[in-house]
């Protein structure tokens, strides 16, 4: 009998002592779940603050957004780059323009327009003279120069750190080697040379059928989930404009984001580094 009641005596203690810390735990438990949920709150707030919602998306590995880049080279022209923005607009999609700086001294008002439209303006060339540009590295250079220089008089704004190489960074215009002075010179400037991964192929001809620009960019975006996507805006490119809307509702049927390099982030920009869209060796 004493042995028995002692048991229940260490038994209701227990159950007492259980009690306490049952009771207790909560109260600890909403403290530090408080304080999670305020610093997670805290982070959301300076990525928001700093415009980053694309790192906070690409930190998400598990789910990768698809990502496109639609970039026109060799405009501004006086009758399609309009039509382009008039597109882009309606379809609320943002573009990367490589321009031209001769182009824009002629159509400088378009340049302006383009500027306002909020799409992002980049160097292609000056004068698109391969024999020029590509004579020596410091003549590419002069020509670059020339026109960063159209780009900051006409828009009032200073391009981002982006190029594209006429012909492209492996373009056969040019000799190996002077070809590699000036990618390591665009580096050591700061300067990254953005290739593409897929082409729409409409310099293949002065003018290609918009079936085919059409198929060649189902084609090539099919098992894509990041595209960097080669058009061109010049007189001569009537079809591109045409396949516009084709495309745009393509790359949104297949869950693209679309985006220009004026907010490429740093996850974006390393996987361009990684597939050899860009600053390719
Ligand atoms: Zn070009």
Redesign the pocket.
């Known amino acids: 009998m004493k042995k028995l009641s002692l048991h229940k005596i260490i038994v209701n203690f227990l159950y007492l002592f259980f009690c306490i810390f049952i009771f207790s735990t909560p109260f600890i438990d909403t403290n530090i779940i408080s304080q999670n949920v305020f610093s997670e709150s805290n982070k959301l707030d300076s990525n928001s603050l700093t415009g980053d919602s694309g790192d906070g998306v690409a930190i998400n590995s598990t789910n990768k957004p698809k990502v496109a880049f639609l970039t026109f080279?060799?405009g501004p022209s006086p009758n399609n780059t309009r039509q382009i923005l008039k597109i882009l607009k309606e379809n609320n999609v943002k573009a990367t323009f490589?321009i031209?700086g001769e182009k824009a001294e002629a159509n400088s008002e378009i340049l302006k327009e383009m500027s306002r439209s909020g799409m992002c303006i980049l160097p292609?060339?000056y004068s698109?003279s391969y024999e020029t540009i590509y004579n020596t590295p410091d003549s590419y250079f002069n020509d670059l120069n020339k026109c960063i220089g159209v780009i900051k008089r006409i828009t009032k704004k200073t391009p981002q750190s982006y190029v594209?190489m006429?012909?492209g960074s492996d373009n056969l215009v040019s000799k190996p080697e002077s070809l590699r002075t000036i990618r390591n010179r665009l580096n050591a400037k700061g300067i990254d040379y953005v290739d593409w991964n897929v082409s729409s192929g409409d310099?293949t001809a002065d003018t290609v059928p918009a079936s085919t620009i059409e198929n060649n960019i189902f084609d090539q975006c099919k098992e894509k989930n990041f595209v960097v996507m080669l058009m061109?805006d010049?007189y001569y490119k009537k079809t591109t404009v045409e396949s516009l809307n084709y495309t745009i509702r393509y790359l949104k049927d297949k869950g693209f984001q679309f985006k220009t390099f004026e907010d490429l982030n740093a996850f974006e920009r390393g996987t361009m580094i990684k597939t050899g869209i860009m600053n390719r060796r």
Do not use: E, K
């Open positions: 080279d060799d490589f031209v292609h060339c698109h594209r006429p012909g310099a061109h010049s």
